[in-house]
């Protein structure tokens, strides 16, 4: 608050602001990475996530946007307050009913239902915003030292396609899917970070720590937090694995099958202990490290 911001830009050709306060730094901060992470899933079928801080506390795809909505607030409801909420899809009556009982900063969708929008206006500060069709610029910048770096998009999105089968155990077709998944979200997420999903839904996430392993343990402590068994589940990493303690808790933790770039000169300890405990192991040759 003792900060004066600016944004220089044309927010309108983005956004249509139904509602609410005016829009602070940090809350363009967070519209930005919701809006990058559910362009990942534009594609999917309904899909909500829920953010603070610019990470993904709660994501989950679902046959309705109700059942996403609920779905992704399960997964850490504590830090869902004061989030930041995004759909892919047009919010219904039902789900603006649900979204009406948690405490949200924004909410950001590309339609509402009349009714909802009512609803979501009973909040006088809540910001909600009807998401344009709008490609999002090719490049990034930001201030440096005395200069400023400028660096290209990162537009990969791992798919089937580009998943190189590493182990002798080869993933399920669910398990693909969720590994896919999670590396939708694991490339949107402060680095380093540990990823986990299953059946569509973000599980538990590690972000920002100084260690892949301290990610890990993050993630694996806030899945047990909210009740959430780590058996059957997989697990993205940004990074590859440059020894293979990582894997080997993930394995005591429950984990089946784990995405990652490869790359790393003791990739093969990696991978002989996937082996060893029948994990499935992928590679995707593209690392997401988010600074």
Known sequence: PHQKGFFFGDFEAMFKKVHGKELSYNNLLDVDAAVNLINEFKNDGPTFAILKHNNACGLATRK???????????????????????????????????????????????????????????KKNRIILVQNEVALPQKQIRTCLNGILVQERNNI???????????????????????????????????????????????????????RVDALMQAIEKAKTFGFDLHGASM??????????????????????????????????????????KVAMVFTGTRHFKH
């Open 64 to 122: 309705n946007i109700n059942d996403a909505y609920l779905a992704a607030l399960a997964c850490d409801p504590t830090s869902a307050f004061g989030g930041v909420l995004i759909s892919n899809t047009k919010i219904d009556i039902a789900t603006a009913n649900e979204i009406n009982k948690l405490f949200c900063e924004v909410v950001i969708a590309p339609e509402y239902d009349t009714e909802a929008t009512a609803i979501l206006q009973e």
């Open 157 to 211: 999105t791992d798919n089937k396609a580009n998943l190189k089968t590493v182990t002798i155990t080869a993933p399920t077709e669910n398990e693909i899917q969720d590994l896919i998944f999670a590396s939708k979200i694991c490339k949107n997420t402060k680095s380093n970070t540990i990823v986990f999903a299953k059946n569509g839904t973000l599980i538990a996430s590690g972000t920002g720590q100084t260690s």
């Open 236 to 277: 993205a990493s940004d990074a590859f694995f440059p020894f293979p303690d990582c894997v080997e808790i993930a394995k005591k933790a429950g984990t089946t099958a784990v995405i990652q770039p490869g790359g790393s000169i003791k990739d093969e300890l990696s991978i002989n202990y996937c082996n060893e405990n």
